[in-house]
Each structure stands twice: as C-alpha cells, then as structure tokens.
C-alpha cells in the first residue's frame, strides 16, 4: 500500500481551502444563516487542516 503524502503543490491548495471555508464560515455565523451552511464551512475546513496537521509533506 502507497503511503499517502501531500506535496508542497497540494498542501498549499489544501490550505487556502481552508482559508476560504473559515471565512465563508465565519460570514454565515455573523448573518445567522442556515445551520446546514455552518456544518459544511466547518467540516471542510477542520477536514483541510486536520490533513495538513497529520499527513506528512514530500521534501520536494
């Protein structure tokens, strides 16, 4: 079985995702939107930087 790696390429990717949903997030909570907006922002981005905490980088 391949271990899996992230490069540099898609840790970077990864980590703007996140940027973007926290925002989005964050957005939904100050206008008191729907809750379902809530759990999805949430979800991916504690999934992008749960990735990014636990799966290790390539060193190229």
Known sequence: MPELMLTPASATMLFVIA???GYRYRAVWKAEGP????????IVAAGCLLTLG???MTEG
Do not use: I, K
């Open 35 to 42: 809750a379902w907006q809530l759990w999805l922002f949430g």
């Open 19 to 21: 940027c973007l949903a």
């Open 54 to 56: 636990f799966v290790p």
